[in-house]
């Protein structure tokens, strides 16, 4: 791969690395530096990346890589080498997040449609999050499942929805959008730092839902989010509520076997 042209530098050594679950990652090693580079085989996926990293950034209250260049099919980004996690590593992401979700909009929404994993994620403004989250959100990915099943769970959870979620509302705030434990690695000085961003101007309760999916967040990181920006009354009941959506992105991601898990959430309320 030409990774001069990305780069602009003469390249000492490449090699693969770990990371892409939709593209190639490379180890990449100049006289200047070394970089992290992505490559993707579907023009455009790096641009959105990049621009989610942009956005994350300017808000300058989390850790992203450092985004040098990209263009139609490669990102480079500065290569990131991992120290063991600082004892504070969960109070510290806490607190982050934290900070990222009193970064607001006027709307929800995002000024394009993005990707998560290599699932569309629809992002047109709305004033409503009720809406937004009916309409771009789980709409959508019941459309992609395209199951009977589904279809006939959700047609009943619809119309419930306004009255989960009506007590709940809140701004619209920066949200990372794809935040699970292998999208938290830690930076060279043990603290936190997100990659393979997904962000959008949501509900912070969605993101959270994210992070309960397959562990890697202490009970210590819950407790320090919520004395740094306190959660609303109830929100442990709507947690189910918003996993939906990630559980019907990995059921058209991977397949049936996140079926039962997507009939169980909605069937519980």
């Avoid at 909009?105 to 449609?113: A, L």
């Avoid at 789980?138 to 009977?148: E, M, R, S, Y």
Wanted: hydrophobic share 35%; glycine share 8%; with cysteine.
């Amino acid at each position: 791969m030409n990774f001069s042209s990305v780069i602009g530098e003469k390249i000492l050594e490449s090699r693969p690395v770990g990371g892409g679950c939709i593209g190639s990652c490379f180890r990449v090693r100049t006289k200047v530096r070394e970089y992290f580079v992505k490559f993707y085989s579907k023009p455009g996926v790096s641009v959105k990346e990049a621009h989610g990293l942009k956005e994350l950034s300017i808000s300058r209250t989390v850790k992203v890589p450092e985004l040098i260049n990209y263009d139609e099919q490669f990102l480079v980004l500065g290569f990131i080498n991992q120290a063991p996690r600082a004892d504070d590593f969960q109070t510290r992401l806490a607190g982050n997040l934290a900070a990222l979700h009193k970064t607001i909009s006027s709307e929800y929404g995002f000024y394009e449609d993005n990707i998560i994993g290599s699932t569309p994620q629809k992002n047109s403004w709305k004033n409503d999050w009720i809406d937004f989250y009916i309409e771009n959100r789980l709409d959508f990915q019941v459309g992609l499942a395209a199951d009977h099943d589904i279809n006939k769970a959700y047609d009943r959870l619809r119309g419930r929805i306004p009255e989960i979620l009506g007590d709940s509302i809140e701004p619209p705030c920066l949200i990372h959008g794809d935040l699970w434990s292998g999208n938290v690695i830690s930076g060279e000085d043990g603290g936190p730092v997100l990659i393979d961003p997904a962000p959008y101007y949501g509900h912070r309760e969605l993101e959270l839902a994210m992070t309960q999916l397959f562990g890697g967040f202490s009970a210590e990181f819950y407790s320090i989010y919520d004395k740094e920006y306190p959660l609303k009354k109830g929100w442990r009941d709507r947690q189910d509520l918003y996993k939906l959506y990630h559980v019907l992105n990995h059921l058209n991601l991977f397949g049936n076997s996140y079926k039962h898990q997507a009939l169980s959430l909605m069937k519980a309320y």
